[in-house]
């Protein structure tokens, strides 16, 4: 008998990080054949698609909550499932707890939990008693497993890295590479090209990348910055920006055309720009895992990010290079709406220093990301090592539930949400 799992989490079909971990853990999943999904799809609509798993939206259009917090309440409590996995931030599943206590008082037979998060700062306390029903915890890193630990340290917690699909994300013939590098970046396809490929959002902190750029030109005039991201979005007016900070668009400083917050462009697309720039760099204030580094590896391509979360524990100096974070008390910030937590500050001379190892040692810099290529080859192919860890985990899950009897409800149904 196939078990029957429950998925909250983004919708596998949009290209959100979150959709990016649920398309391949699930897809690992499904093609054991042990398995059967639904997904209450968080960013789904109703569009058609051809995943072999049943999606339903997750939209709260009612409540104005796009998370379907309360909906999904109702749709588990009416909902048949063996397995509950939850991808997601641990501040946003706020109502695991209540949730929890009337599923377990109101089905007829038991049910296991696991739940994937990520940790991209700090646990607060709430959010720890948000996510500590879950029966299963699996992290993103050994970082945000630490963090659950600081309230707990004697739970036993995975830790399962986010992988990358190769078969999207690979070296391309350097022909085909230099014909996209000369099409898409045009009269500055000549030039050395970083990229920071991130949503223009606050904890992305892209003006620091552009501030290290600004003073990364003085010394080497014939470079260029093309950052991937929606002009205008959840942080700044970049063009503004640049105009302010004294940079060219169109000439020192690159952005894409035509691309809306929500609607990225297609992963060969992006394959071809990991490929065809000279170094990705970051000047994130946090990251859970931070997919656009690991993408970058698989590409080959040197990456620059900076020393803290999840980058401090997974680039090495063989692999890349990571720059000063939140070294001194003038390199930590708390941003607005972004729950009280302290975030570290990239250091701008420490990061162009960075950006001039990488382009006056370029050889180096392709060492590492040769060494950086055969680690993701190695240890982070979700259809390989990650997809093994995975199955291992619902297949733990699942033998667990076996040994269960079934039990009758001790109270009656009530309708609570």
């Known amino acids: 008998m196939r078990k029957k799992v429950l998925c909250y989490c983004d919708s596998p079909s949009v290209s959100t990080g979150f959709g990016s971990v649920s398309r391949n853990v699930l897809k690992q999943?499904?093609?054991?054949?042990?398995?059967?999904?639904?997904?209450?799809?968080?960013?789904?609509?109703?569009?058609?698609?051809?995943?072999?798993?049943?999606?339903w939206p997750a939209a709260d259009h009612q409540s104005g909550d796009p998370y379907g917090r309360r909906k999904f309440c109702h749709f588990a409590l009416q909902h048949d499932f063996d397995v509950l996995w939850v991808l997601q931030d641990t501040f946003i599943v706020d109502f695991i707890p209540e949730l929890f206590n009337h599923l377990q008082s109101n089905r007829t037979k038991p049910f296991r939990s696991i739940m994937y998060?990520?940790?991209?700062?700090?646990?607060?306390?709430?959010?720890?008693?948000?996510?500590?029903?879950i029966d299963r915890l699996v992290a993103y890193t050994e970082f945000g497993k630490q963090a659950y630990l600081e309230?707990?340290?004697?739970?036993?917690?995975?830790?399962?890295?986010?992988?990358?699909?190769?078969?999207?994300?690979?070296?391309?013939?350097?022909?085909?590479?230099?014909?996209?590098?000369?099409?898409?970046?045009?009269?500055?396809s000549n030039k050395f090209i970083f990229m920071n490929i991130n949503r223009n959002q606050q904890r992305k902190d892209l003006p620091r990348t552009i501030q290290a750029f600004k003073e990364f030109i003085k010394l080497v005039p014939d470079a260029v910055l093309y950052i991937h991201c929606t002009p205008v979005d959840q942080g700044w007016n970049i063009p503004r920006l640049l105009k302010q900070m004294g940079l060219t668009l169109g000439k020192e400083v690159l952005l894409p055309e035509r691309m809306e917050p929500n609607q990225g462009y297609p992963v060969e697309i992006i394959n071809y720009l990991y490929n065809s720039v000279d170094c990705v760099l970051s000047t994130t204030l946090g990251e859970g895992a931070g997919l656009g580094w690991i993408e970058s590896m698989a590409c080959k391509t040197p990456v620059?990010?900076?020393?803290?979360?999840?980058?401090?524990?997974?680039v090495t100096e063989d692999k890349g290079y990571l720059v000063n974070s939140g070294t001194n008390p003038s390199l930590w910030t708390v941003l607005p709406n972004d729950n009280d937590v302290l975030r570290p500050l990239v250091d701008v001379e420490d990061l162009v220093d960075a950006m001039l190892r990488v382009y006056n040692n370029y050889d180096e810099a392709k060492k590492k990301a040769e060494n950086a290529y055969k680690w993701v080859v190695s240890e982070l192919q979700w259809s390989d090592k990650i997809a093994r860890?995975?199955?291992k985990v619902f297949d733990e899950e699942s033998r667990m539930l076996d040994a269960y009897p079934s039990v009758k409800p001790s109270v009656i149904k009530s309708e609570v949400f």
Do not use: C
């Not at 398995?35 to 058609?48: E, L, M, Q």
């Open 29 to 55: 999943l499904y093609m054991t054949g042990k398995y059967d999904i639904d997904i209450f799809a968080i960013n789904y609509h109703g569009t058609p698609h051809d995943y072999p798993f049943r999606l």
């Open 117 to 133: 998060y990520p940790i991209d700062s700090v646990l607060q306390e709430e959010w720890y008693n948000n996510i500590k029903p």
């Open 151 to 188: 309230y707990d340290h004697n739970r036993d917690i995975d830790v399962i890295y986010h992988g990358v699909d190769l078969d999207v994300f690979k070296p391309l013939d350097s022909k085909e590479v230099q014909e996209f590098r000369n099409h898409f970046f045009g009269a500055n």
């Open 389 to 391: 860890q995975w199955i």
């Open 304 to 314: 620059i990010v900076p020393n803290n979360t999840a980058m401090a524990e997974l």
